[in-house]
């Protein structure tokens, strides 16, 4: 790729999940390198779109990278998300059968990688990916077969 983000080894990625209600109407915004995605979830908790948006940003990446560029590449992960956080650290237990599910998904995709570095983030450093899910909850995005979710 001839993205400069690509060019080391390190990705930086920024992932936003979201509700309107809890649960509601909820979307995910993920910013890979300077990609933009945003996407509609159905109806789900705020918690459900944080781990759905981590997913997608790592399926992603991969699939941007390649298998053999991801195995060289450190991901670093931003995410406003306190329980992502937490719970990637190992400092919050995974207590909901749901999240449980999608923790060892996060983990088994994290082995594609080199190195995934969680970072947490304030809200207002997440604008982006944050934008990325209002956008697609206010039904701002269009489908495209090349990016189903790019920015209109």
Known sequence: MDNKLFETNNLVIFTDGGARGNPGPAAIGVVVGEKK???KIGETTNNVAEYKAVLFALKKAKQLLGKTKAKQTTLILNTDSELIFKQMAGKYKILEPELQKFFIEVWNLKQDFKEVNFKKIPREENKLADSM????LDGLLKDS?????RLL
């Open 37 to 39: 995605y945003g996407e």
């Open 133 to 136: 899910v209002n956008k697609a």
């Open 145 to 149: 077969p090349e990016e189903p979710t």
